[in-house]
Structure formats: C-alpha cells, structure tokens
C-alpha cells in the first residue's frame, strides 16, 4: 500500500516560514493529484492546498502565503510556508486527493506561537 513520510514540522513565530516536505514510498508519477492537509486540535481535517499536474490550489486561507510544489524524480512533494500566523497551528499531512492511496502517515507539528 505504500506509506507517506512528512518532515519539516517545527515551531515558529508569527511571520515566520517552513518548508514541509513529504516522502512517498511509492512513485508520485502514478498520482495525479496530490495534496497537503492539516489538523488543528479539535478541528477536523482540511484540505490546504493541491497540486493536480501542474495546476495547484489553496484553501481561501492559505492563499498567497503557501506554495505547494512536486519532484516526481524524487517522489517528494514539499509545502512552503510564508508569513504563518498563529492559526496555522496544526498537523500538517500529506496524500492523495482523496485521500484513499495511502493510509494516512504520522504528520508534522508546526506550531506558530503570536
């Protein structure tokens, strides 16, 4: 079934920027559409931000101060995150759009302290 790795979780402070990346035991070619999502504590689960071929899209919120991007050589797909604000606290996980390819991976914490 194949299993997602994400990386690059931390804590920052407001304003502040990382970059998560995803590791995917299986070739991300064979995926169209792959996606990031996050889970903040008491919240359901979000889709932020999908790239479908060379096509991406964001969530209203995110819009602007994320960027999703892909290697396939690699099979990586990668989350910049500029100007993060306190409400992006989450665990941030990546996988298919939808999410029926992978079992869902362990995540990253990112916490934006204000």
């Known amino acids: 079934q194949g299993q997602l790795v994400e990386s690059g979780g931390s804590l920052v402070q407001a304003g502040g920027s990382l970059r998560l990346s995803c590791a995917s035991s299986?070739?991300?070619?064979?995926?169209?559409?792959m996606g990031w999502y996050r889970q903040a504590p008491g919240k359901q689960r979000e889709l932020v931000a999908v790239?479908?071929?060379?096509?991406?899209d964001y969530t209203d919120s995110v819009k602007g101060r994320f960027t999703i991007s892909r290697d396939n050589a690699k099979n990586l797909v990668y989350l910049q995150m500029n100007s993060l604000k306190p409400e992006d606290t989450a665990v941030y996980y990546c996988?298919?759009?939808?999410?029926?390819?992978?079992?869902w991976g362990q995540g990253t914490q990112v916490t934006v302290s204000s």
């Open positions: 299986r070739s991300t070619l064979r995926f169209n559409d």
């Open positions: 790239i479908s071929g060379g096509i991406m």
């Open positions: 996988n298919t759009r939808p999410p029926v390819q992978f079992p």
